[in-house]
Structure formats: structure tokens, C-alpha cells
């Protein structure tokens, strides 16, 4: 029997915060365990330049986040752990379904139609500051699926649009030109917690209200201490409905300990105490991993290796599967 091919990628731009490990990387390391499964996870750096020119901070980024999955206990034995650029085919098949999908179809993508909306907001030229990656974003997306004939991708709400536009671009593909591929399904995890943030808002990079992974645990005592709470005195009793630090303590602890939060709420705990508690649930957690991760972030030469072998072990996939589209497609040797 194959197994199901499960693939998603991560856009290498940012430093992870604790939004990210919630809500995608400790369910995506989780699932990825599954012995029933072929779990594809890949960096998504060609999307990277889409949002980032900055060399340095695309590079960095990429480090980072590389570091940070293997730090958390993603198995580059047991998955395939790779760099998008690594896979030359991605590209080259990028632009084979460039020529097939429909250009309606691209206009229509969420991302781009928002970036519009605001030049015209902004009384500016409709295309202003739009490149053709920002465009083309969601046909490198649907190669990236394709290429490994991926049967499900696991996504935020916010990308399912991107896989339906896979799944479009693959079924006028194989219209046209015949069977060559599998048809993706997005899968949206409705109980995987969206963190709040310090301000209390959804905790995302674009609200400059994140708590980094990985900062010294002096770092993770400050933020913890900046997350906004109400203004009741130790010996109040406190609601736990829309607190952050509830919320955050929750994402952290197993039931037992939540009930007892629970309780401590309704006991009137102090704001800096209940701070000071999550600060140490949450340290106690990610503290093996920092470890990890400072040790690989020092030692560059062990992440090179590891990725280039993830992207090593794919290339007979994907040139196997290149062959196929490039004859499919008419492009041919002459002999
Ligand atoms: N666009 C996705 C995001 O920003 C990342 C991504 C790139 C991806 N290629 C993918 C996700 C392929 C799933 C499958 O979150």
C-alpha cells in the first residue's frame, strides 16, 4: 500500500515565536510521527524572497528556523526534511504550470487581491510594489505539492485558497495533457490553539506582538511580564475566559495543572505571581530545546548536512517525476 504523502512547507521569513510552536510546529512534529504517513517538510525560501529582499535576514532566517525544527525533535530520518531551492525541479516545474494555469485564476488569489485593494486605498497605482513572485506566489506553491504528488497539505485557514489553486492547476494539467498528477487536499486543524499575543491580539509577527522561541529564558521572563492583563489587585478573583496568560498557560500544561490555574484564578492569584508561574511551565518546556538550538545554530556546517541530505534523497522523486511532465509536455529528445 503507499503510504499518504503528506507535505507542507514553512516560508523561511521571522523568528519563531511561541505562536508558531502552538500552533504549527510541536502538531506538525507531532503528525509527522505517525508511522502511517510520509511526512514531507520542507523550508520554503524561494517564497521567502517574495516578502524579503534583505539577504542577511533571508539567510538567517533560514538558519533559524531550520535549527529550530530540529531542535523540537523533527526526525530528518523519519521525514523529509528539505530546502525548496535545493530542488531544482520545483522551479523548472514552476514554470511548465506557469503555461498552463489560467492568469483569472492568479487574480483571484486572496494575497494579491488584498495587496491591490491597499494601493487603491493608498490612491496609488493598482500594481505598486506588486512583483511578479507576489503574482505567480500561489503556481511555486502548487510545485511544490505537485512535485512530490502530495495527498494532503496541512495549512492555516489562510492558505487553503493556495491549495484549491494547486489542485485547479493540476486537474487542467492532467485535462490537457493526460494523468501525471495527484489531486492535493488542503487539511485545516480546527483545535490546534491560535495563541494570543501580548497585546492580546492573535500573536503574529505583523502586530509586533510575539514571544520569541528561543530567547535567553531572561528574555522569555520579560515578555511574559509585558503580556497585558487587567488592573485587579492579588486576592480578586479573576476571569479566565479572556486572559492571554490563561490562555498561554493552557497551551502549556496538561489538565490537571489547568484546573488548578482554574482554581488559583478563582482564588484571586496576583498577576505577577500567575506571570512568574507561566514563565516557569513555559521555560521548563523549551529549555531542552534551546539548548538544542543554540548548539545547532553554532554549528552551521551539521544544518548544511542535513538539509542537503533531506533534499538528496528526494531528487530521484522529483527528476522522475520531471521526465514525465517534460514528455508529457512535448519536450522531448530528439532520438
Ligand atoms: N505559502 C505557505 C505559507 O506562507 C508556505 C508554503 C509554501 C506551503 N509552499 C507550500 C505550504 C506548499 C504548504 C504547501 O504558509
Redesign the pocket.
Known amino acids: 500500500m503507499t503510504p499518504t504523502r503528506v ?5 523561511t521569513t521571522g523568528t519563531p515565536h511561541l505562536g508558531n510552536y502552538v500552533g504549527a510546529i510541536r502538531p506538525a512534529i507531532a503528525a509527522s510521527q505517525d508511522p502511517s504517513v510520509e511526512a514531507y517538510l520542507f523550508l ?1 525560501d524561494y ?1 521567502a524572497l517574495i516578502k524579503n529582499q534583505n539577504p542577511d535576514e533571508v539567510a538567517q532566517s533560514s538558519r533559524e528556523i531550520a535549527a529550530t525544527w530540529l531542535a523540537l525533535g523533527l526526525d530528518p530520518e523519519k521525514t523529509f526534511f528539505y530546502r525548496q531551492s535545493d530542488i531544482p525541479e520545483v522551479t523548472e516545474l514552476s514554470w511548465v504550470l506557469t503555461c498552463s494555469a489560467a492568469k483569472g485564476l492568479m487574480n483571484r488569489a486572496h494575497a494579491y487581491k488584498a495587496a491591490v485593494q491597499a494601493n487603491e486605498t493608498a490612491g496609488e497605482d493598482p500594481d505598486y510594489g506588486i512583483t511578479m513572485g507576489l503574482f505567480s ?1 500561489p503556481i ?2 502548487a510545485a ?2 505537485l512535485i512530490f504528488n502530495a495527498h494532503r ?1 496541512p ?2 485557514r489562510d ?1 487553503i485558497q ?2 484549491e489553486m494547486a489542485r485547479d492547476i493540476a486537474q487542467r494539467f492532467n485535462h490537457h495533457y493526460g494523468e501525471t498528477f495527484t489531486l492535493p487536499e488542503a487539511v485545516v486543524d480546527d483545535h490546534v490553539a491560535v495563541l494570543k499575543g501580548l497585546d492580546g491580539r492573535k500573536m503574529s509577527k505583523s502586530y509586533g506582538n510575539t514571544i520569541p522561541l528561543f530567547g535567553q529564558p531572561k528574555q522569555l521572563q520579560k515578555s511574559i511580564n509585558k503580556i497585558k492583563t487587567n488592573l485587579l489587585e492579588p486576592g480578586e478573583p479573576k476571569e479566565t475566559d479572556d486572559s492571554t496568560v490563561f490562555q498561554i498557560w493552557c497551551a502549556f500544561a496538561d489538565e490537571p495543572e489547568r484546573q488548578q490555574m482554574r482554581q488559583a484564578f478563582a482564588e484571586g492569584i496576583g498577576w505577577g505571581e500567575a506571570k512568574k508561574q507561566l514563565f516557569e511551565r513555559v521555560n521548563d518546556e523549551l529549555a531542552p530545546a534551546r539548548e538544542a538550538y543554540d548548539r545547532l545554530m553554532a554549528a552551521p556546517e551539521e544544518l548544511e548536512e542535513i538539509l542537503k541530505a533531506g533534499a538528496e534523497r528526494l531528487r530521484p522523486r522529483s527528476s522522475a517525476l520531471l521526465e514525465t511532465v517534460r514528455d508529457a509536455v512535448g519536450l522531448r529528445g530528439y532520438r
Open positions: 507535505l507542507t512547507g514553512i516560508t520554503a517564497h506566489y511555486l506553491m511544490d505539492i497539505v495549512v492555516g492558505q493556495h491549495v
